[in-house]
Antibody, heavy 119, light 106 residues
Framework: QITLKESGPTLVKPTQTLTLTCTFS??????????VGWIRQPPGKALEWLAL???????RYSPSLKSRLTITKDTSKNQVVLTMTNMDPVDTATYYC???????????WGQGTLVTVSS | DIQMTQSPSTLSASVGDRVTITCRAS??????LAWYQQKPGKAPKLLIY???SLESGVPSRFSGSGSGTEFTLTISSLQPDDFATYYC????????FGPGTKVDIK
């Protein structure tokens, strides 16, 4: 059974750096074809893809946010970490991590964590 | 960047109705398109991948079609559990989600 769970601060101040951790179970991020991605959703708005890390440590970032994002993995801990620098109130959103299967689609998602950016 | 649009943005329907949602890409994405269902306060759920392949465990009343730039999601007979928001997502080049289509009760 695959599960993922996001953790991190619920409130950050403008200009601060956000660090979110995705802790997962039921799969290994060293298995060929597998990845873990981050997707966010501002309140009442659509989903926005942020970043993806593959089993082989290859990484992909949203072109519009690439300068602010870093994604890393710790295979031994079954964790993926996303950092986003220079947070702004428009970055207020629910942040999800998700398992990407060999179909390149996100077939398992965490419950999401709401991050509010406010002074 | 590949942009995705969906129509309609909101759809009012009744239980038993056949429902069709359209998704368009700003350039050809072959068949690299997925559909997700999202209910309020919940994470999205994968329904369809590669434009027309049904994800395991998803009811057969859901189907997808299309290729290139135009795609459709069809629910053959709407059930009470299907009232939700539906998103398309391309994965030909990075990942881009559409703006969503809310299916509500007529």
């Amino acid at each position: 059974q695959i599960t993922l769970k996001e953790s991190g601060p619920t409130l950050v101040k403008p200009t601060q750096t956000l660090t979110l951790t995705c802790t997962f179970s039921g799969f290994s991020l060293s298995t060929s074809g597998v990845g873990v991605g981050w997707i966010r959703q501002p309140p009442g708005k659509a989903l926005e893809w942020l970043a993806l890390i593959y089993w082989n440590d290859d990484k992909r970032y949203s072109p519009s946010l690439k300068s602010r994002l870093t994604i890393t993995k710790d295979t031994s801990k079954n964790q993926v970490v996303l950092t986003m620098t220079n947070m702004d109130p428009v970055d207020t959103a629910t942040y999800y991590c998700a398992h990407m299967s060999s179909t390149s689609c996100y077939n398992y998602w965490g419950q999401g964590t709401l991050v509010t950016v406010s002074s | 960047d590949i942009q995705m649009t969906q129509s309609p943005s909101t759809l009012s329907a009744s239980v038993g109705d056949r429902v069709t949602i359209t998704c368009r890409a700003s350039q050809s994405i072959s068949s690299w398109l997925a559909w997700y269902q999202q209910k309020p306060g919940k994470a999205p759920k994968l329904l369809i991948y590669k434009a027309s392949s049904l994800e395991s465990g998803v009811p057969s009343r859901f189907s997808g079609s299309g290729s290139g730039t135009e795609f459709t999601l069809t629910i053959s007979s709407l059930q009470p559990d299907d009232f939700a928001t539906y998103y398309c997502q391309q994965y030909n080049s990075y990942f881009t989600f559409g703006p969503g289509t809310k299916v509500d009760i007529k």
